[in-house]
């Protein structure tokens, strides 16, 4: 069973990879992004969406751990 799990979670993270790939190669067109004076380079379009990916898969993991280390400390008192 505990191989049937990891073949999907690896059949899941290839096709994850495979939807990412395809996106950033049909997105090639430059622009920049301009925010509170701060203009960005001209860079592909798929730049900045891979980047909001990024962040947004680290900053999960990271408010869970921090949530769940305040609870931990609640609990103890």
């Given at each position: 069973m505990h191989g049937i799990k990891r073949a999907a979670?690896?059949?899941?993270l290839l096709i994850a990879a495979?939807?990412?790939l395809v996106f950033v190669l049909e997105n090639q067109q430059s622009?920049?992004?301009s925010f509170l004076g701060w203009v960005t380079p001209q860079v592909?379009?798929?730049v900045f969406v891979v980047v909001a990916l990024i962040v947004?898969?680290?900053v999960g993991p990271?408010?869970?751990l921090l949530f769940r280390r305040?609870?931990?400390?609640s609990r103890r008192q």
């Open positions: 979670l690896l059949i899941l495979l939807v990412i622009l920049a992004f592909p379009a798929s947004g898969l680290s990271l408010m869970a305040d609870g931990a400390v």
